[in-house]
């Protein structure tokens, strides 16, 4: 990289949460056991490659878990009725769920019912998502911005509803969520709101939006499939350029001049070595 001078992120790099769904699939590897994760453990194409040579099977749904596998359910939770699944058919289950995402689950199921409605402020794709959603007991409705918001809103005013909860997807923009808990106060007389982006979500975007505004450039080091890491390309966007990389070999010599300032970060599934692989 010809830039001068490069600024790396303090919270750069894998959370607590990841390291330890990956380090229960290391430690099952080290027993000798045969494992299966349920989905990708990690978003992050390099790792997972590291733990599929080391014979570990990813898997769609637990039926497919052949007989003596160990299944390692990932950070980002699964619905109710997949632990119901895996219940049923008897499996050896390692729940590494991040506790974080555990904790929004207890809400959803202790706070939702048939009259009322819960708001989620995330991806309606994104599997920590479709996982919250498994723990509701009534009616949920998602939305990824102000706009959907309105829209979730209009429906749920012309429901049946008598009252609403707002959660978040744990990796949700910051800067978004207190929009939307502004637009959701306004229209809903009775609303409980859940902060539950979780603090290293909230730190890693608050330090990415700092570095863009002092540095020309952004370099956000993470998977394309990973959302946190999306979400610290969208957040430094309006400061200037900024380059989403998989890892260093992606980074073109033609994006920098001499003499720049670039700030570099990384999401919550990119690995130290890759982070260092990175010139800095
Ligand atoms: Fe957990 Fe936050 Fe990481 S929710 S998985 S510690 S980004």
Not at 36 to 45: D, F, M, Q
Not at 67 to 91: F, N, P, Q, T, W
Request: proline fraction near 4%; charged fraction near 20%; include cysteine.
């Amino acid at each position: 990289m010809k830039a001068a001078n490069i600024r790396l992120a303090k919270t750069a790099g894998f959370c607590f949460g990841v390291n330890k769904a990956v380090n229960m699939v290391r430690d099952l590897l080290d027993e000798g056991r045969q494992v299966c994760t349920l989905g990708p453990i990690i978003h992050n194409p390099q790792v997972v490659e590291e733990l599929t040579e080391r014979g570990v099977r990813i898997v769609e749904v637990p039926e497919e878990v052949p007989a003596g596998c160990v299944l390692v359910i990932r950070s980002h939770g699964v619905a109710k009725s997949v632990y119901g699944e895996i219940e049923e058919r008897g499996l050896r289950c390692v729940d590494a769920t991040c506790p974080f995402v555990a904790k929004i689950h207890r809400i959803v199921a202790a706070n939702s019912g048939e009259k009322t409605a819960v708001l989620i402020a995330g991806d309606p794709g994104h599997p920590e998502v479709l996982g919250i959603r498994g723990h509701c007991a009534g009616t949920s409705f998602v939305f990824r911005n102000r706009e959907e918001l309105a829209q979730q809103l209009k429906i749920i005013q012309s429901g049946d509803f008598a009252s609403c909860i707002m959660v978040s997807q744990t990796t949700f923009h910051t800067l978004e969520w207190e929009k939307c808990t502004e637009i959701a106060k306004k229209s809903c007389t009775n609303l409980q709101i859940f902060d539950t982006i979780c603090n290293a979500t909230a730190n890693r975007q608050q330090e990415a939006i700092h570095l863009a505004q002092q540095c020309h450039k952004m370099v956000i080091v993470g998977g394309r499939e990973s959302s946190n890491t999306a979400k610290l390309r969208d957040v430094c966007a309006p400061y200037g350029p900024a380059y989403l990389v998989e890892d260093a070999l992606e980074i073109q010599r033609d994006w920098f001049c001499a003499g720049e300032t670039v700030g570099l970060t990384a999401g919550a599934s990119t690995p130290a070595e890759i982070i260092k692989e990175v010139p800095h």
